[in-house]
């Protein structure tokens, strides 16, 4: 059984920031734990704009606070984001995620899972890392 608390991951290497400050990303569960997936806080920060193009990796996504847009780059439609609203990158969907009025807290899981060290890439890509 594996149980952790947010507040021993704050402040560690398990705590990635984003390149240019836009977002936090806490990284409870990883890819050396054996669960087939990883699992993630993150939090995206109010008025900013990330570009994401997850390549290598499916994403779900569960806010559970603050508001904010997502916007698919391939349709050009957006959606709001803001507590109680889940979405699912099950198409490798490139888009931009956009921080609104207040601060985001999103509850991320990750398929395969992610090492806990991946930043994106000038194409908003985490690249595919193993342990070692």
Known sequence: M???????IIGTDKEVHANEGQWTSRRMLLKKDGMGFSFHETIIRKNTKTHIHY?????????????????????????????????????????????????MRLICVF???IVGTENHDGDGVYPLLDDA
Do not use: F
């Open 55 to 103: 390549k290598n990796h499916l994403e779900a996504v569960y806010c559970v606070g603050g508001n904010g847009e997502i916007e698919d780059l391939t349709t050009g439609e957006r959606h709001k984001i803001y507590d109680g609203i889940m979405y699912a990158l099950n198409a490798h969907d490139e888009h931009n995620l956009y921080g609104g009025t207040e601060d």
């Open 111 to 113: 398929n395969p899972p």
């Open 2 to 8: 594996l149980v952790r608390d947010i507040k021993t």
